[in-house]
């Protein structure tokens, strides 16, 4: 799911329920971007951002016909399908074309791993310990998806198979050195079962419109449980 995502010129179409913009913003941080959104799903679009609370049909392996349809698009053509949670990081890592202030910098650090049914579900409240440690004592904007990962694959997979993405962003001064928070993560996770990849990026140009657009996301949209607002996936007992 890790791909480069660019705005200026480039066609987005958004479809189920975003869980940390309302559709309107999202599409206004596109524009803001020098992109295009779009409410149909042809071959002239670009970029299908999937929202990441999950539809209850999701579990069968059902996507709904605007998915399906960017599935087969994709096969042939430019179009590609994304998270939402890629969505924001993107947000992160490119400004907005007016943003010019470089006051602070944003650190923004990536944990995924995926979830397979016959994984040891005893590592998901580990990590969900990790998640709110890090949220309380770092004073750091912290977000969990959750997602199929047959929705971004071509292939035929098991849809209980989940994406996890953990995504943290910490506002720091300019001269503050980012290996200290980003060696607070790697500790954070390094004897959980379950092994994850960890990728990061700073940036200093429009950090604190970011974070202003972060601190305007409503506090229950801070997914910090990993399971709970996936339909049909169970912790074993």
Same mark, same amino acid.
């Given at each position: 799911?890790?791909?480069? @995502?660019?705005?200026?010129?480039?066609?987005?179409?958004?479809?189920?329920?975003?869980?940390? !913009?309302?559709?309107?913003? *999202?599409?206004?941080e596109?524009?803001s971007?020098?992109?295009?959104?779009?409410?149909?799903?042809?071959?002239?679009?670009?970029?299908? +951002?999937?929202g990441?609370?999950? /539809?209850?049909?999701?579990?069968?392996?059902?996507?709904?016909?605007?998915?399906?349809?960017?599935?087969?698009l994709s096969?042939?053509?430019?179009?590609? @399908?994304?998270?939402?949670? !890629?969505?924001?990081? *993107?947000? *992160?890592?490119?400004?907005?074309?007016?943003?010019?202030?470089?006051?602070?910098?944003?650190?923004?650090?990536?944990?995924?791993?995926?979830?397979?049914?016959?994984?040891?579900?005893?590592?998901?409240?580990?990590?969900?310990?990790?998640?709110?440690?890090?949220?309380?004592?770092?004073?750091?904007?912290?977000?969990?998806?959750?997602?199929?990962i047959?929705?971004?694959?071509?292939?035929?997979?098991?849809?209980?198979?989940?994406?996890?993405?953990?995504?943290? +962003?910490?506002?720091?001064? !300019?001269?503050?050195? +980012?290996?200290?928070?980003?060696?607070?993560?790697?500790?954070?996770?390094?004897?959980?079962? @379950?092994?994850?990849?960890?990728?990061?990026?700073?940036?200093t140009?429009? /950090? *604190?419109?970011?974070?202003?657009?972060?601190?305007?996301?409503?506090?229950?949209?801070?997914?910090?449980?990993? !399971?709970?607002?996936?339909?049909?996936?169970?912790?074993?007992?």
């Amino acid at each position: 799911m890790d791909q480069l @995502i660019v705005f200026r010129d480039k066609s987005f179409c958004f479809t189920g329920t975003l869980a940390e !913009l309302k559709r309107s913003d *999202a599409e206004k941080e596109v524009r803001s971007r020098e992109g295009l959104t779009s409410d149909i799903v042809n071959e002239h679009l670009d970029f299908l +951002v999937i929202g990441s609370i999950p /539809s209850p049909n999701w579990k069968f392996g059902d996507y709904g016909s605007k998915i399906n349809k960017a599935k087969g698009l994709s096969k042939k053509g430019k179009l590609k @399908i994304i998270p939402e949670s !890629l969505f924001m990081t *993107a947000l *992160a890592a490119i400004p907005p074309t007016d943003s010019g202030e470089i006051d602070m910098k944003i650190l923004v650090i990536k944990y995924t791993f995926l979830l397979r049914d016959d994984d040891d579900d005893e590592a998901i409240p580990v990590i969900e310990k990790c998640l709110r440690q890090i949220n309380d004592n770092e004073k750091c904007y912290v977000n969990v998806s959750t997602y199929p990962i047959g929705l971004f694959s071509e292939k035929e997979i098991d849809p209980k198979t989940l994406a996890i993405d953990c995504r943290f +962003v910490k506002q720091l001064a !300019l001269d503050d050195d +980012v290996k200290v928070f980003i060696e607070i993560i790697k500790n954070s996770f390094e004897n959980i079962s @379950i092994k994850g990849e960890i990728n990061w990026f700073d940036r200093t140009e429009g /950090s *604190a419109t970011y974070i202003r657009l972060l601190q305007e996301l409503k506090p229950r949209l801070q997914h910090l449980n990993i !399971l709970s607002k996936y339909p049909g996936r169970e912790s074993k007992k």
